[in-house]
């Protein structure tokens, strides 16, 4: 894990976020989420302090809004099924603008979204101040099973060297003219990903090999040790402490 791996989240900075250690940042998004999951539906404003708080933190960190904005078109699915939930849910209804909602449904389709949607940020948040590299180091610091890590390693650099295979194969194809455009093309797209995978399984066996000639044995060494500051542990906790408060007066306001 000592090579450096950029990826598309990642916004490089300078901020007092980005020079965080990546255990202390993981386990403060983490403690958030946990806070945000843990408050009340029915308390509206909380959500809106906790925004407030991850717009603070993107401030600190020096992400645009437009950054941030953007990432989290990956929760459209979600948004979607809760748009369904008054519509499909059991329950008291109230009628707005001619149209039959579940009430429970409608607090359904709150929650997912006000939940999910910070979820989603503190995510997002945390993979534009770290590296993929510094991610990993960060959970093999907080005592995550070791073989987790390495899976989530190989399959972090291994992706990008498929995915540019792909690429390879795609140019092929169109270098000979092929272009997709119906069933009758099925079959070639087919064999293609037939080969991808072969490609692919018979790589995975050489670097295997590469590694086991080199004296892998079924660990990765340590090239870098993740440590933190109490100061540093301070900032960091800084968010999940002041969302504490608010869940906390969320549940007794």
């Given at each position: 894990m000592g090579a450096g791996h950029a990826h598309r989240l990642y916004r490089h900075g300078e901020s007092p976020v980005h020079t965080l250690p990546p255990h202390t940042k993981l386990a403060a998004a983490f403690l958030f989420v946990l806070v945000v999951v843990s408050t009340p539906r029915e308390a509206m404003w909380a959500f809106g302090a906790y925004?407030?708080?991850?717009?603070?933190?993107?401030?600190?960190?020096?992400?645009?809004a437009g950054f941030l904005l953007r990432r989290l078109l990956i929760e459209v699915p979600f948004v979607a099924f809760a748009v369904l939930l008054p519509f499909v849910?059991?329950?008291?209804?109230?009628?707005?603008?001619g149209l039959s909602l579940s009430v429970e449904g409608l607090w359904g389709a709150w929650n997912v979204l006000a939940k999910g949607t910070l979820g989603v940020a503190a995510s997002v948040l945390l993979a534009a101040t770290t590296e993929l590299r510094q991610l990993l180091l960060g959970l093999e610091r907080l005592k995550l099973p070791p073989l987790l890590v390495q899976i989530a390693s190989f399959m972090l650099r291994y992706g990008d060297v498929i995915t540019d295979e792909m690429r390879r194969m795609r140019i092929a194809r169109a270098s000979?003219?092929?272009?997709?455009?119906?069933?009758?093309?099925?079959?070639?797209?087919?064999?293609?990903?037939?080969a991808l995978f072969i490609r692919s399984y018979e790589r995975g066996e050489r670097v295997h090999l590469a590694m086991?000639?080199?004296?892998?044995?079924?660990?990765?060494?340590?090239?870098?040790?993740?440590?933190?500051?109490?100061?540093?542990?301070?900032?960091?906790?800084?968010?999940?402490?002041s969302a504490l408060v608010v869940c906390l007066s969320g549940w007794t306001l």
């Open positions: 925004a407030v708080l991850l717009a603070a933190v993107a401030e600190r960190a020096r992400v645009p849910a059991e329950g008291a209804r109230v009628h707005v603008l000979r003219g092929f272009e997709a455009r119906g069933v009758r093309h099925w079959g070639v797209l087919a064999k293609s990903a037939g086991v000639s080199r004296g892998y044995a079924g660990s990765m060494p340590v090239i870098e040790e993740a440590t933190a500051s109490p100061a540093q542990w301070r900032l960091a906790l800084a968010l999940p402490c």
